[in-house]
């Protein structure tokens, strides 16, 4: 009785961290792509001119990227706390 | 209750009660602010006070408000004294991570870092904001459900099998890390208070660093925490009146983050006029080195050759990995680390790096604009023009050293190539070029004063904890009396002060390139262990210490010899990225030592897995003795 509760603890914490982690590992993956590949064809994408007359290449690491993080961290923060830890029963506080 | 717990627990009401209190003082300070710089504008404008009494003001009544708050919170419990009692609401958590974070590096030097190096800047701007995406989901809950003090305490007790000498590696790195850091900000409050308010370099220095004491002295974490918030408004005040103003003037809109845009397009335009290289062309510059050419001969040694990894010019290899150093570095420095310690919860602190991220990226949003408006401006009505009829603002600031110009053909009107800029001008000067009265330029005089002081105030409280807390009385004496605990922190609180101070105060050039180092040592030290650690439970105390301690080496290594003869390089990287090879050997001596050796034992195992719970506390009671909260 004792064994099967605490195993079912164990595979509802189990599951509850690959959840954690397909959120963490998608999200992660958007930040390496806002980081990292756009920079390498800065040049080019300089050509293109949007907004206010801003070169692409130049937004995107002076505006764009940084845009797209502070939404990462409130997307993985609001996710968790509000669905995420819900699902598996850990909102309750005290 | 304090007995069960590792601190008395606050319920949600008591949160919620809590911040609206403190909305209402911070709004208050905010409208008391701007009321303050209104009033004396008028003063200056109607009644001719003169700028050094301005200068004055700013100065008394910003160092008052911070030792008024750090007086009030004084503490004799530990929990405050270290974690400001874990009842940080989020987003004032997240305020006071944004002052603690954003240095006098930030405030002053970034723009003008941006005007100097164009497109390859930005590595600055992504590295130092994408940091806060892996400190948000992989460090920051986890730290906090932890809940102990510092940042050994959890490598002391996550690789418990040898806790001592685990937590003796980390404090050293952590002293390392923030000792780098912090004499640059020492330098950065004497530069300011040389220049702004007339004192000599040594007293500016000593009289910021009684400022940074009165903070923290009494009440440790917990006055810190509470000046920041109020050193953050002063500096995100500070930073965005003037560009408005100047996007106003120049563009008609007041919206600098937007309308730069415009500028950026002129700036094009006027450099393929006049056959100069792109301001928005990337990867045109060799980023580092330039700085050893002025630093070494200080220090007694030879200047390398200033121009070197031609091969490497015009890729963007550099860029992305300076980029990937400076955001792992961010995740890992230590000062910024504990700020999610003070937080109630794992979910808070999830949700205040959001709040951290957000109060930064206001700044590092509008830093570009800075330097592009002001680049305009210098393109549009310096440069070309007779050197006899300039701008007003352009001889101010020649005086000052920051501008040199040197008319090098004698045809008494002047090119590009004449005008020669340090970088701090950006900030300093845009108040007057956008036409504005000294009352705002000693706004922003106090507003990097508090970027600086904030900074400072975290890095300092990390050296000393990691001395008091972790070295004397988790190490060296065990048995010490509460008292004598409390009495070592404060103790070594000023030893540190009084030392970074003393490195202050040669005013080497040297300090200033440290900044960066220390972002690097933190990539090569904390980021692989703590990743690991929460991440994968077979590492084990062998390899975390293993790692710890080839990665700092490899790191300062490679610093130190491409610093001092920039031919040796791996890869065509500069000291400026070394925490890209510090970090690899790191993880790879991680991975390596921890397999061929045996696994942490089961109880350390079952604290990783209940780590990943984000509710209660954590069952493993990790020391003995960590109870905290009572009086003595």
């Known amino acids: 009785m004792e064994d099967q509760r605490s195993q079912a603890e164990q595979s509802r914490i189990a599951a509850y961290w690959r959840e954690n982690w397909r959120l963490i590992i998608i999200l992660l993956t958007i930040w390496f792509i806002v980081s990292y590949l ?29 845009t797209v993080y502070v939404i990462l961290i409130f997307t993985y923060a609001l996710r968790m706390n509000r669905v995420i830890d819900k699902k598996y029963g850990f909102d309750e506080e005290e | 209750m304090a007995q069960e717990g590792s601190y008395v627990r606050v319920t949600r009401k008591e949160i919620s009660v809590f911040q609206s209190r403190l909305a209402r003082y911070y709004g208050a300070f905010l409208v008391g602010l701007i009321l303050f710089t209104l ?9 001719g006070l003169p700028n050094r009494v301005i200068g004055w003001l700013f100065i008394l009544l910003t160092l008052g408000i911070y030792a008024f708050i750090g007086i009030l919170n004084f503490t004799r419990r530990l929990d405050e004294y270290y974690v400001a009692g874990r009842r940080v609401p989020a987003v004032f958590n997240g305020m006071a991570t944004g002052a603690d ?35 948000a989901l992989l460090f920051a809950p986890y730290i906090r459900k932890f809940g102990q003090f510092t940042i050994p305490d959890f490598v002391a007790a996550r690789f418990a099998e040898r806790e001592k000498l685990a937590r003796l590696v980390a404090a050293i790195c952590a002293i390392i890390v923030s000792f780098t850091y912090v004499t640059a900000q020492v330098t950065g409050v004497g530069i300011i208070m040389s220049r702004f308010f007339g004192l000599d370099y040594r007293v500016g220095v000593f009289v910021g660093l ?3 004491l009165l903070c923290s002295f009494l009440g440790g974490m917990k006055s810190i925490t509470w000046t920041q918030v109020a050193q953050y408004i002063i500096l995100i005040v500070a930073y965005l009146i003037p560009v408005t103003v100047l996007s106003a003037r120049l563009t008609g809109i007041p919206f600098p983050q937007l309308m730069y845009g415009e500028a950026l397009n002129q700036i094009v335009q006027i450099e393929r006029q006049l056959n100069l290289s792109s301001y928005v062309e990337p990867f045109k510059t060799a980023l580092s080195n330039a700085s050893a050419v002025r630093s070494l001969p200080e220090i007694g040694l030879p200047a390398p050759e200033p121009i070197v990894n031609r091969d490497w010019v015009g890729t963007p290899w550099e860029f992305l990995a300076l980029t990937f150093c400076l955001m792992t570095g961010t995740a890992g420095l230590p000062h910024i680390l504990i700020r999610y310690y003070t937080v109630p919860s794992p979910k808070d602190a999830r949700l205040s790096v959001g709040w951290s991220l957000f109060f930064i990226y206001l700044l590092y949003f509008t830093a570009p604009a800075y330097a592009a408006f002001s680049r305009w401006e210098v393109l549009r009505s310096v440069v070309g023009q007779q050197i006899a009829t300039l701008p007003a603002w352009v001889n101010n600031w020649v005086q000052t050293g920051l501008l040199t110009i040197n008319d ?4 008494g009107i002047l090119q590009f190539s004449e005008l020669q800029i340090v970088g701090d001008i950006v900030v300093l000067a845009t108040p007057e070029i956008a036409g504005l009265p000294f009352t705002i330029a000693a706004l922003v005089a106090a507003g990097g004063l508090a970027a600086a002081l904030s900074t400072a105030d975290g890095l300092l409280l990390v050296i000393s904890t990691a001395l008091s807390h972790d070295i004397y009385a988790k190490i060296i004496n065990p048995n010490a009396s509460y008292g004598r605990r409390f009495l070592m922190s404060r103790v070594m609180i000023l030893i540190a002060a009084v030392l970074a101070g003393l490195a202050a105060i040669p005013r080497l050039a040297l300090i ?3 900044v960066a180092w220390a972002f690097s040592l933190a990539a090569s030290t904390f980021f692989p262990v703590l990743l690991l650690g929460i991440f994968w439970k077979r590492a084990n105390a062998n390899g975390a210490i293993a790692g710890m301690i080839g990665g700092l080496l490899t790191c300062i290594a490679y610093m130190a010899a491409n610093y001092v003869n920039p031919n040796i390089t791996i890869l065509g990287l500069s000291h400026l990225s070394a925490g890209i090879f510090g970090m690899a050997v790191n993880f790879a001596l991680q991975v390596i030592v921890s397999l061929a050796t045996a696994p942490s034992p089961k109880h350390i195992q079952d604290m990783v897995e209940q780590l990943r719970i984000p509710v209660g506390e954590l069952k493993v009671a990790p020391q003995p003795g960590a109870v905290a909260g009572g009086e003595d």
């Open chain 2, 512 to 514: 200033v390139q440290m």
């Open chain 2, 210 to 212: 009684a400022g940074v």
């Open chain 1, 38 to 66: 756009h920079p390498p064809f800065a040049k080019a994408l300089n050509d293109i001119h949007i907004l206010t007359g801003f070169p692409l290449g130049y937004w995107l690491s002076s505006q764009g990227a940084i």
């Open chain 2, 39 to 47: 009033l004396i504008m008028l003063l200056e404008l109607y009644a």
């Open chain 2, 101 to 135: 974070w954003m240095s006098a590096a930030s405030f002053i030097s970034m723009a003008g870092t941006l005007w100097l190096l164009g497109y390859d800047g930005l590595a600055y701007i992504m590295g130092w904001t994408g940091g806060y995406v892996l400190l």
């Open chain 2, 408 to 411: 090098a053909n004698g045809d």
